[in-house]
């Protein structure tokens, strides 16, 4: 059956089933001192999202690591952990969550494409916009949102995910002369190396409206409510296995918490609750709702107001001065503002006995530390 599948789809014989093809696979990537990486997963189409395709290219070959297969992906750990390997992605924050999450795996000598891309002063740095303006290659934008956790992978999907990290090595080697010319290559291996330490933070204990958007604004009886309706939606998304988003909108839930309607007509009153969904969740959504409501005063959640530090005149004189200098700086170097230093990095300059050292990455000080310092003294 195999066989029949990579008759008639070409692109199926790069894929990695088996615990043998990946060991050897591991022999001859463990050889190579440049490779590039990509993952797909499913958050758009489950409750628990999950690599489902691992894309790893050479210079000589491009193969697709199924790790819903039966074969344990942690045999990539040592490549991940060679420090002579540099390893090649594309916005790596998403990736190094997903490895890590999923496999522990930790990545060692990571270079982010779309790091060098913002530091080239590039205006378009997603990996398609970057791909069709330096190789003419187009790639299926229909593709990003598929559910790569369905079997078998259509032909398109395969050719799509190889493109993907196909021409990724020599997109790295073009960024890194032009990062070489330009006197920038050690500041992106030290962002770089910053993202490679990204994890996804505990979530454990936390209330979930609290890191709702927009919860900043809403009442503490209001949160109580939309906390119930949040708990009510994810448990109906983890029964259907669903992303939550797909049982009930954020905007949805945010009118329910406010509105509060207390029966089936006052849900028909609500312009977005279709009779159809009254009729599958209303008693739930009701219930959560009361439930929102009969929490004691004393138990309200309550929001840290996230406010701006107050500064004196002096440390409000050194913020506007420093901006004046980024926008200078930022038009000199040809990079967004952002990238040069951001609104808390400026507003923690300006403090008394603030930390230079501390506070700016080694390629900032080693760019315009000294100008920081005659600014801020």
Known sequence: MQNKNK?????????????????????????ESVLAFDLEADSLHHYTEKVCLIQVSSPSETRLIDPLAPVDVRALAPIFANPAIKKIFHGADYDMRSLHRDFGIEVVNLFDTMIASQFLGESEFGLAALLKKRFGVELDKRYQKADWSKRPFSQEMLEYAMKDTSLLIELYRQLEAELVAKGRLA??????????????????????????????????????????????????ARIADVPPFRILSNDLLRELAEKQPRSNFELVGIHTMSSKLIERLGRGLLQAIANGLALPQDKLPQVQPNRRPVLDR???????????????????????????????????????GSSQNALLKRWQREAFGDELASLVS
């Open 187 to 236: 500041w992106v291996e030290e962002e770089s190396e910053l993202v490679a330490g990204v994890r996804s933070p505990s979530r454990e204990g936390e209330l979930m409206c609290l890191r709702f958007k927009g919860a900043n604004k809403m009442k503490p009886r209001e949160l109580a409510v939309l906390e119930e309706l949040l708990k009510f939606r994810d448990e109906k």
């Open 7 to 31: 008759a008639t789809n070409p692109a199926a014989a790069h894929l990695v089933t088996d615990q043998k093809a990946l060991d050897e696979l591991v022999a001859r990537l463990s050889k």
């Open 314 to 352: 002096l440390q409000d004189e050194k913020v506007k001065r420093l901006k004046i200098w980024r926008e200078a700086k930022s038009a000199q170097l040809g990079l967004g503002v952002g990238l040069v230093a951001n609104n808390t990095l400026l507003e923690a300059l300006a403090e008394p």
